[in-house]
């Protein structure tokens, strides 16, 4: 039977009696020790955007399963990512009786962890079943993205798999023969764990990396409509996984990108025997250590064409967009865990006979920690909301969805590497401790940019995005109509409305010239610019302050030109930014 969770009643007083001990006992010790508290109920920023971007009928629905999560993510979950992390998985290459037969061996940690994210909360298959969580009907892609921004604050290593899993099947939807989809999806919309099947990418070769021109791969078409494939996969995540999409080039194609294709490559045939491909070994990473990645060499592997022959790469960069969403989910999840420890030590922890959250110094670096977090929040709700428009078919909406998706990518991704770190000084020298979380969550942060498109990369799918899309225009409609809902005072949407115009200006320039020189410049600042704009439209609708401070700070710290010696003089600067007109 599947492993679903039933609905649960809303907090007992109980249970806020034990988050209010907890909370006591934190404050009374001199290092202050978050452990244990809920990250759903304590958020509740989050708690406003949810009820702005659902139904509330949904939302309903949802809260005892996002309370369920919260306080999992704060404790007991925390606790199996911090095992995962220090007993990584281990390649076993035979069994006892000398049979040549592969294994991943994974810390019984990591595989509670996947079933909690799998099994019960159905992270990988919620947005291709028509009942998950209880809900009756498919739920919209924001659900998904609050699921795993809240289990990825305690283990990131896990939503690797989980989001190609969930990318693998909606391209194998999208693109993949009947018959191979009904033989296949079964499986990977299953929320039975003894059942269920994960998914992973096998893309990056030695020689080739990002250039899938290079693909080096072969595929042999045989009799039967099958294809057999040969070659070397440098960087595969995930390598025991049930299902693969490959990238590989037809023996007998075009040389270049038209003659590459993509391929589903079952972990086991028909006949339960093992595929004709072998581990090499498992990658020794910085982070991520909970989940295995390793190098796979295929040895004439039985593998199925998914799509037209010779479109590898517009399949494939599907399931990659798709991917990279994800990625922005998992980098904001890192930033508001970060921030969120930060904010608990600064307000429990006395020095100088204070609580740093007292001291002007903290507040400005609390702020700075802040604002890349929300904006990067703000960017995964409105990108979900376009991705659910898209799905929808509504016109324009794919055109909106291919720039915000790399956006949010290139921006959050880099951003989060920065702000694990920043906020690794908050708590002292215990931070530099791996018995905390931030060590796990500093290295883990560092990947975001690097997998599925380097930030240089990603930089330059947004100007393909306005080259080839025309999304540029989609996107300025977008902002300005939420502008125009937002009903700030004039001179402050005037000042948001110039910011954007000279980014899309800039992003028209860097189409113009090719992309290269300015496309990182230009991804950035159309990124601040519609983060600010989002959030002032947030802030207006949910009748949030604090929204509207984070938008004006956006616009003056990371869109203005500033004279950086005048600027760091002015006295709370962080906390009065009186240069930017208020909201009437």
Not at 297 to 316: S, T
Request: charged share 25%.
């Amino acid at each position: 039977m599947p492993q679903t969770h039933s609905a649960h009643p809303v907090r007992s007083a109980a249970t806020r009696d034990g988050e209010r001990a907890i909370d006591t006992a934190a404050a009374a010790h001199p290092i202050p020790d978050r452990h244990g508290q809920n990250l759903y109920t304590t958020d509740t920023e989050l708690h406003g955007l949810l009820a702005l971007y659902l139904p509330a009928d949904l939302l309903r629905h949802l809260q005892p399963h996002l309370e369920r999560l919260g306080a999992l993510a704060g404790g007991p979950l925390d606790e199996l990512a911090g095992t995962a992390d220090r007993n990584p998985p281990l390649l076993k290459q035979r069994t006892r009786t000398g049979v040549d037969e592969q294994k991943v061996i994974k810390h019984p940690a990591y595989v509670e962890m996947e079933r909690l994210a799998l099994s019960e909360f159905g992270l990988a298959a919620i947005s291709h079943r028509d009942e998950t969580l209880g809900w009756k009907g498919r739920m919209p892609p924001l659900v998904k993205y609050a699921l795993t921004y809240l289990f990825v604050q305690a283990e990131f290593g896990l939503c690797c798999p989980v989001s190609m899993t969930d990318s693998l099947t909606r391209t194998l939807k999208k693109f993949g023969h009947p018959e191979l989809v009904a033989k296949y999806l079964p499986r990977l919309t299953s929320l039975d764990f003894d059942e269920l099947a994960q998914g992973a990418m096998f893309m990056t070769e030695q020689a080739a990396g990002s250039d899938i021109a290079a693909t080096a791969t072969l595929a042999r078409r045989e009799a039967d409509g099958s294809w057999r494939i040969s070659g070397d996969k440098w960087f595969c995540s995930n390598p025991d996984a049930d299902f693969a999409m490959v990238l590989a080039r037809a023996e007998d194609g075009p040389a270049g990108m038209k003659g590459v294709s993509l391929f589903l490559l079952p972990r086991r045939l028909d006949d339960g025997s093992l595929n004709r491909y072998r581990i090499i070994r498992l990658k020794d990473k910085l982070g991520t250590r909970s989940m295995a990645s390793g190098e796979i060499r295929l040895e004439g592997a039985v593998a199925y064409l998914v799509g037209e022959e010779g479109r590898g790469f517009v399949q494939m960069a599907d399931m990659v967009n798709n991917s990279r969403l994800s990625n922005g989910v998992r980098a904001a999840g890192l930033m508001r865990r970060a921030v969120a420890e930060a904010e608990f030590v600064a307000g429990e922890r006395q020095a100088f006979g204070r609580k740093l959250a007292d001291m002007p110094l903290m507040q400005r670096q609390l702020d700075k920690l802040r604002l890349p977090a929300e904006q990067a929040r703000t960017m995964v709700f409105q990108t979900a909301a376009a991705l659910a428009r898209s799905d929808a078919g509504e016109d324009g909406a794919y055109a909106l969805l291919r720039i915000l998706t790399p956006m949010i990518k290139f921006r959050a991704c880099r951003d989060a590497r920065r702000v694990t770190g920043d906020a690794m000084e908050v708590r002292g020298g215990c931070g530099y401790i791996e018995e905390w979380s931030d060590p796990r969550l500093l290295r883990d942060a560092h990947l975001g940019s690097i997998w599925e498109g380097t930030s240089n990369i990603v930089a330059l799918d947004v100007v393909r995005a306005i080259r080839r899309e025309q999304s540029l225009p989609l996107l300025a409609a977008h902002v300005h109509g939420l502008l125009d809902e937002a009903d700030l005072a004039p001179a402050y949407a005037d000042a948001l409305r110039q910011a954007f115009a000279r980014a899309a200006c800039l992003a028209e320039v860097a189409v113009a010239e090719g992309g290269d020189v300015l496309a990182r410049q230009a991804a950035s600042a159309l990124y601040h610019c519609t983060s600010a704009i989002a959030m002032a439209w947030e802030a207006r609708r949910c009748g949030s302050a604090q929204r509207l401070r984070w938008s004006q700070l956006v616009l003056l710290h990371r869109v203005l030109p500033r004279d950086p010696l005048a600027a760091s003089a002015i006295p709370g600067e962080w906390n009065t930014p009186a240069v930017v007109p208020s909201a009437a």
